[in-house]
């Protein structure tokens, strides 16, 4: 498959408005497709356990890690979307990728995290380091204290408390800086492990407001407006009888 011989395409910009590699393009126009790498429209998904990096669990279904963040942004371009059902799992594994979204922001690209179900302990990390939140209607968040397992003797039991201590108080401090209230508050409900309906988030500014279709979205006023025929019908009947 050859690109029309009387057309003159700049390989420079299509590959600015699709995200295609200049050798991707080239290697489309003499008909080789084979190591063409998918187009991504800026959608990521983050749904099941977050692992560290490194985590043979991560080749698993339901399992999710920093590798595989940097997979599915490698080929984005422009600003980030992430979908997020996620019941938390590792806080070094969270860590990592926020530090992926900094580096995102960082040359100027915009980062919205939206809450299709749940968004639990580390998965919370995803909306302290987004320039936009959203949650599905029906969603939730869980926030509480960071917790591990281990073994060893009383020496290393104590050790394990200090550090944990630590991880809660920065917790804290980053929830706090993203909602604006008080950290006493903040680590009262982290201590208390607290859930969060979506409305809940959003009162407390953690999340900046419900995801669904737009006000001028088509197919919501479409939807308005069978409401409206829908409840004056009711009336006219109402009237009738």
């Known amino acids: ?25 080239e290697a489309f126009e003499n008909g080789d497709v084979s190591g063409a790498k998918k187009i991504s429209d800026g959608e990521v998904f983050i749904e099941g356990v977050i692992v560290s990096a490194g985590d043979w669990l991560s080749m698993f279904t339901g399992f999710y890690g920093p590798e595989q963040l940097r997979e599915d942004l490698a080929d984005t371009k422009g600003d980030i979307t992430l979908y997020i059902d996620s019941p938390g799992g590792s806080v070094y594994g969270a860590a990592n990728m926020m530090s992926q979204l900094i580096k995102l922001r960082k040359k100027g690209r915009k980062v919205k995290s939206v809450v299709t179900g749940l968004c ?15 949650i599905n209607r029906t969603g939730s968040v869980m926030m509480h204290r960071v917790s591990a397992c281990g073994c060893g003797d009383y020496k290393g039991f104590r050790k394990i408390a200090d550090v944990l201590e630590k991880y809660d108080a920065q917790y804290v401090e980053q929830i706090a800086d993203k909602t604006g209230k008080d950290a006493d508050e903040i680590l009262k409900m ?31 006023k479409q939807v308005k407006n069978s409401k409206k025929t829908f409840h004056a019908l009711l009336n006219q009947l109402a009237e009738i009888a």
């Open 1 to 25: 498959m050859k690109f029309n011989q009387n057309v003159e395409l700049d390989r420079q910009l299509i590959s600015k408005l699709t995200g295609a590699s200049i050798s991707a393009l």
């Open 190 to 220: 982290v201590d208390e492990e607290t859930w969060l309906t979506a409305q809940e988030a959003i009162d407390l500014n953690l999340i900046d407001a419900l995801y669904e279709l737009d006000d001028d979205d088509d197919t919501k």
């Open 120 to 134: 639990a302990s580390a998965a919370t990390y995803f909306l302290l380091e987004s320039d936009s939140t959203e």
